[in-house]
């Protein structure tokens, strides 16, 4: 007896043991099924021009990593993309200003992706664009203009009296990101800026452009010419006085290359705002697997893209801090 019991003893380890193997093989079958399983689906951005390009190619670049994946870009305005993303009209907004809190109470949650900043505009062909060049403009200056009104002429800009020319104004016509932040830098809000309403980055670009007494702004991926480095052909930079002295000095010369003006706003020398940070925007925390792994892909892989079109891409302390905020928020 004591022989038949050891016997079947034994067998029954060995099945037990065998039954086990199996059910763990099957398991990390499961699991490995689970990982590789294939992201399928379509995602709808909506926002901020100064976002667009930079998502654009964010897109492009996840797309080839996962071909059954559609993902939608439309510029339109951070104010644009703020409304529709927190009315479900599109999956994600591009925001290129502070989330208000108001927007936050209606449920907005918001990702830090990359930065660039707002850039004060005027035409190439401005007859005192030497003077402006070497001057610069101080930020009261530039409040005197788009605030208050009270520099109307481009002899009063530049302290020429035999320039009687009006100075051409332009702002955005549209909610934008642009505009809020280039007034809060001047201390007010969009809607206290003056000037000619232009719709979107392109328009305001191109309407100061072709008018040799205009000034405007612009967000930095609308400025420069990334093959050349240089702003675009028609347009240039009015430098920012920022110690106030008259003149431009060698430390706050940095306009005439793409390069340079990245490296003094990623070292915080231009001044933040008009620098700032962009956002995507959902409706609460993302829920959907493809907008979850496109947000981690973002703040992993997705940095190396951010310089090469134009942007200032995140510290490491920055990716860590957005990565635990989508990591909390996702499984809470």
Not at 74 to 83: D, E, R
Not at 173 to 191: F, I, P, R, V
Not at 264 to 273: L, R
Request: a negative charge; one cysteine or more; glycine letters at 8%.
């Amino acid at each position: 007896m004591n022989i038949i019991r050891t016997i079947s003893i034994f067998f029954l380890a060995g099945f037990i043991a065998t039954l086990q193997g199996c059910t763990s093989d099957s398991g990390a079958k499961d699991k490995d099924k689970n990982e590789s399983k294939e992201l399928e689906g379509t995602v709808s951005i909506s926002g901020a021009f100064a976002l667009y390009p930079l998502v654009v190619t964010w897109r492009n670049e996840f797309q080839k990593l996962h071909p059954k994946v559609k993902i939608e870009v439309v510029a339109g305005g951070a104010g644009k993309g703020i409304a529709e993303a927190l009315s479900h009209h599109v999956n994600l907004g591009m925001v290129s200003r502070e989330v208000k809190p108001d927007e936050i109470n209606r449920g907005a949650w918001a990702l830090v992706v990359a930065k660039d900043a707002v850039l004060p505009t005027v035409s190439a062909s401005n007859p005192y664009i030497k003077e402006l060049l070497a001057k610069g403009l101080t930020k009261e200056q530039f409040k005197e203009v788009w605030i208050t009104g009270s520099l109307k002429t481009w002899g009063e800009l530049i302290g020429n009296p035999a320039a009687k020319e009006q100075i051409n104004v332009f702002t955005r016509s549209d909610a934008s990101g642009a505009a809020e932040t280039w007034a809060k830098y001047l201390g007010g809000a969009q809607e206290d800026l003056r000037g000619i309403g232009v719709y979107g980055d392109p328009g305001i670009a191109e309407a100061v452009r072709k008018d040799k007494f205009a000034v405007g702004y612009n967000n930095i991926a609308y400025v420069y010419d990334l093959r050349t480095q240089r702003p675009h052909e028609g347009l240039e930079v009015i430098p920012i006085d920022i110690n106030g002295n008259g003149r431009i000095d060698s430390a706050e010369n940095f306009y005439e290359d793409h390069h340079k003006i990245i490296n003094a706003i990623a070292h915080n020398i231009y001044p933040a705002p008009p620098a700032r940070e962009l956002y995507f925007v959902s409706d609460g925390p993302p829920q959907d697997p493809i907008i979850k792994e496109f947000f981690r892909w973002i703040l992993k892989d997705g940095q190396q893209y951010v310089p090469e079109t134009g942007y200032i891409r995140l510290s490491p302390i920055k990716v860590e801090a957005e990565l635990e905020i989508l990591n909390t928020s996702v499984t809470n």
